[in-house]
């Protein structure tokens, strides 16, 4: 028997004398989520963990877009994931379910959707969990075990909802697809608990390695991991939901990701702040320099989102910056993050016979001439050196058009 399909926020009722009882609206149709969660991450614009203190940190500059319940994490290139700081109860022993919808951009290269990393110290090996996908179909390992895979995915870009489960009780780990059975198969050992961390998006072994090495291409949404195994009617009921997804209790807002102070020159091309925070129902965000409100100009954007973006720092910009997020059961103010601004910066001018200049700050602009480049797969951007960088990849690169001042008879390239 299916789960009951419930509204997608649940409400707190004060009945009689201080009574307070957990109410749903009949007219939604959210599903009420199984037992066992220990670890719910909705990616509503930020990694706060919607069931517990399992709160993730955003690696590498993944954004967060329209996904199949509310928000999802977009992965756009190597090295973009969340990291969830290890804890107890993220070590499961007898029994487990990793559980939520993907939407591959890529369904051949080896890509993990959650993974630890077994063992201890810089180079772990191993991993005591993980599901992933490789060569379009799913796969499910624990403890270094024969890969257990599914039927196959067959269409790149199109959301699919993915679960694993396991139980000491009947030894046998169970995949489904789009809530149905696919695959099980016997295993008769208990889970290793010495893994460090977990990650949501990329290989937990080669994220301890910092190099990015296969990375989830494309989006995902309420990632959820349980300490029991999910019957079939548990998972089938989550998959009917679609896109009304788990229901959420109430929640005020919470900062769970502080913003950082920043220290730029004066003219600097871009400074972010961003703030992670949770609250259910979802919040509005309100930036404040100095205790002032913020609105949207042609420097300024991100006022009302999670994350504030000035452009062309001027001195005017210095100040402290804080973001309230606010909803109906109340607010949360973040700490100030303070921004420097160098009035005497230590910058060369530029040499004579300048003829293009492409600085990557998010765009592929020549500030020095009009020979702007286009890219030719997904746009890519990572932290440079200066700024912002170009980060290019075997499957996608930068063109710039060919122009009599790019044929120069002497000439240097530098960068």
């Given at each position: 028997?299916?789960?009951?399909?419930?509204s997608r926020f649940a409400?707190?009722?004060?009945?009689?004398?201080?009574?307070?009882?957990?109410?749903?609206?009949?007219?939604?149709?959210?599903?009420?989520?199984?037992?066992?969660?220990?670890?719910?991450w909705p990616a509503e614009?930020?990694?706060?963990?919607?069931?517990?203190?399992?709160?993730?940190?955003?690696?590498?500059?993944?954004?967060?877009?329209?996904?199949?319940?509310?928000?999802?994490?977009?992965?756009?290139?190597?090295?973009?994931?969340?990291?969830?700081?290890?804890?107890?109860?993220?070590?499961?022993?007898?029994?487990?379910?990793?559980?939520?919808?993907?939407?591959?951009?890529?369904?051949?290269?080896?890509?993990?959707?959650?993974?630890?990393?077994?063992?201890?110290?810089?180079?772990?090996?191993?991993?005591?969990?993980?599901?992933?996908?490789?060569?379009?179909?799913?796969?499910?390992?624990?403890?270094?075990?024969?890969?257990?895979?599914?039927?196959?995915?067959?269409?790149?870009?199109?959301?699919?909802?993915?679960?694993?489960?396991?139980?000491?009780?009947?030894?046998?780990?169970?995949?489904?697809?789009?809530?149905?059975?696919?695959?099980?198969?016997?295993?008769?050992?208990?889970?290793?608990?010495?893994?460090?961390?977990?990650?949501?998006?990329?290989?937990?072994?080669?994220?301890?390695?910092?190099?990015?090495?296969?990375?989830?291409?494309?989006?995902?949404?309420?990632?959820?991991?349980?300490?029991?195994?999910?019957?079939?009617?548990?998972?089938?009921?989550?998959?009917?939901?679609?896109?009304?997804?788990?229901?959420?209790?109430?929640?005020?807002?919470?900062?769970?990701?502080?913003?950082?102070?920043?220290?730029?020159?004066?003219?600097?091309?871009?400074?972010?702040?961003?703030?992670?925070?949770?609250?259910?129902?979802?919040?509005?965000?309100?930036?404040?320099?100095?205790?002032?409100?913020?609105?949207?100009?042609?420097?300024?954007?991100?006022?009302?989102?999670?994350?504030?973006?000035?452009?062309?720092?001027?001195?005017?910009?210095?100040?402290?910056?804080?973001?309230?997020?606010?909803?109906?059961?109340?607010?949360?103010?973040?700490?100030?993050?303070?921004?420097?601004?160098?009035?005497?910066?230590?910058?060369?001018?530029?040499?004579?016979?300048?003829?293009?200049?492409?600085?990557?700050?998010?765009?592929?602009?020549?500030?020095?001439?009009?020979?702007?480049?286009?890219?030719?797969?997904?746009?890519?951007?990572?932290?440079?050196?200066?700024?912002?960088?170009?980060?290019?990849?075997?499957?996608?690169?930068?063109?710039?058009?060919?122009?009599?001042?790019?044929?120069?008879?002497?000439?240097?390239?530098?960068?």
């Amino acid at each position: 028997m299916n789960a009951p399909i419930l509204s997608r926020f649940a409400s707190l009722v004060c009945v009689g004398f201080g009574t307070l009882i957990l109410a749903f609206d009949a007219a939604g149709d959210c599903v009420s989520p199984p037992t066992g969660v220990v670890g719910w991450w909705p990616a509503e614009g930020s990694a706060a963990d919607a069931a517990g203190t399992n709160h993730g940190v955003v690696v590498g500059g993944a954004r967060f877009v329209q996904g199949m319940v509310e928000e999802a994490l977009e992965i756009a290139r190597d090295g973009q994931y969340i990291l969830v700081p290890n804890s107890d109860s993220l070590r499961f022993t007898n029994a487990m379910t990793i559980e939520g919808w993907i939407r591959p951009m890529d369904i051949y290269t080896d890509q993990h959707i959650v993974s630890t990393a077994g063992g201890t110290g810089p180079s772990p090996s191993g991993h005591d969990y993980f599901l992933n996908i490789v060569d379009r179909k799913m796969g499910f390992g624990i403890n270094g075990s024969p890969l257990l895979t599914s039927a196959v995915i067959t269409n790149a870009g199109q959301w699919y909802h993915v679960a694993a489960t396991y139980s000491s009780a009947d030894r046998i780990r169970r995949l489904y697809l789009d809530g149905v059975l696919v695959r099980q198969a016997p295993y008769t050992f208990p889970i290793n608990t010495g893994h460090t961390a977990v990650t949501i998006g990329v290989n937990a072994r080669n994220a301890a390695y910092a190099d990015g090495f296969a990375s989830f291409k494309g989006q995902l949404d309420e990632i959820t991991l349980y300490s029991r195994a999910l019957s079939a009617d548990e998972i089938k009921a989550i998959y009917d939901a679609g896109s009304s997804g788990k229901c959420r209790l109430p929640a005020a807002p919470t900062i769970v990701t502080q913003p950082a102070n920043r220290e730029v020159i004066v003219g600097a091309i871009e400074a972010d702040f961003v703030v992670g925070a949770w609250a259910s129902p979802r919040p509005v965000y309100q930036w404040r320099k100095d205790g002032v409100d913020l609105v949207d100009t042609g420097r300024i954007t991100g006022a009302t989102t999670p994350t504030l973006t000035l452009r062309n720092v001027q001195p005017q910009d210095a100040g402290v910056y804080t973001l309230m997020v606010t909803n109906a059961l109340g607010s949360a103010v973040s700490d100030g993050a303070v921004l420097s601004v160098d009035m005497t910066p230590d910058c060369v001018p530029s040499p004579t016979g300048l003829i293009a200049w492409w600085p990557g700050e998010e765009n592929l602009e020549d500030i020095a001439g009009a020979n702007n480049g286009t890219w030719s797969g997904t746009p890519a951007y990572s932290e440079g050196i200066i700024g912002k960088a170009i980060a290019c990849h075997y499957e996608y690169w930068v063109v710039v058009s060919d122009s009599p001042t790019l044929r120069p008879r002497s000439f240097t390239i530098e960068g």
